[in-house]
T-cell receptor, first 113, second 116 residues
Framework: QKEVEQNSGPLSVPEGAIASLNCTYS??????FFWYRQYSGKSPELIMS????GDKEDGRFTAQLNKASQYVSLLIRDSQPSDSATYLC?????????????FGKGTKLSVKP | GAVVSQHPSRVICKSGTSVKIECRSL??????MFWYRQFPKQSLMLMAT?????????EQGVEKDKFLINHASLTLSTLTVTSAHPEDSSFYIC????????????FGDGTRLSIL
């Protein structure tokens, strides 16, 4: 069974620090990897996508992918209280290009002022 | 960016009522739409995958006669919760996938359903 594992947290970091969120996946055929942010009571919002090994940076966010280790991470630099949310890792192998995502259960991040 | 509109955002109704939720992709054609349910402090649970012009594929344990899905066009999918009961109260979220590899899902704002 295809699985995506995340530490549920809560992960607590002080404002201005780097928050590091980790995710492992079981399906070696996974090709696309996404990080979604979900505020309490709201729907998920896509914040990062990564498809090849290495780092991808977008503003304060950096996604890291290591397919050999089946590991994907999200770094948030200069964390702000507004970053406090649950972060969902999602992967897919896009069989048939249908876009089926497998979600982790999410890591709750709390940024303390 | 890709925009997905979900309506209504909140429904409160009596037990036994059927509720229809609409999901529209506003600026792209979505060959596939997904319906999720999320209970408080739980993760997203995929209910069904909806492909335009064909029958939806339901996840194990989801009653297809209870949760009717119609995907009549490339921009609209609907979920009807038939004869809703209090245990159906949840946060229902749709997402749409633009055809092509490496495209993410884009989520609607969700519908909070409360059955009295």
């Amino acid at each position: 069974q295809k699985e995506v594992e995340q530490n549920s947290g809560p992960l607590s970091v002080p404002e201005g620090a780097i928050a590091s969120l980790n995710c492992t996946y079981s399906d070696r055929g996974s090709q696309s990897f996404f990080w979604y942010r979900q505020y309490s009571g709201k729907s998920p919002e896509l914040i990062m996508s990564i498809y090849s090994n290495g780092d991808k940076e977008d503003g304060r966010f950096t996604a890291q992918l290591n397919k050999a280790s089946q590991y994907v991470s999200l770094l948030i630099r200069d964390s702000q209280p507004s970053d406090s949310a649950t972060y969902l890792c999602a992967v897919t192998n896009y069989g048939g290009s249908q876009g089926n995502l497998i979600f982790g259960k999410g890591t709750k991040l709390s940024v303390k002022p | 960016g890709a925009v997905v509109s979900q309506h209504p955002s909140r429904v409160i109704c009596k037990s036994g009522t059927s509720v229809k939720i609409e999901c529209r992709s506003l600026d792209f054609q979505a060959t596939t739409m997904f319906w999720y349910r999320q209970f408080p402090k739980q993760s997203l649970m995929l209910m069904a995958t909806s492909n335009e012009g064909s029958k939806a594929t339901y996840e194990q344990g989801v009653e297809k006669d209870k949760f009717l899905i119609n995907h009549a066009s490339l921009t609209l999918s609907t979920l009807t919760v038939t004869s809703a009961h209090p245990e159906d109260s949840s946060f229902y979220i749709c997402s749409a996938h633009r055809s092509g590899s490496n495209q993410p899902q884009h989520f609607g704002d969700g519908t909070r359903l409360s059955i009295l």
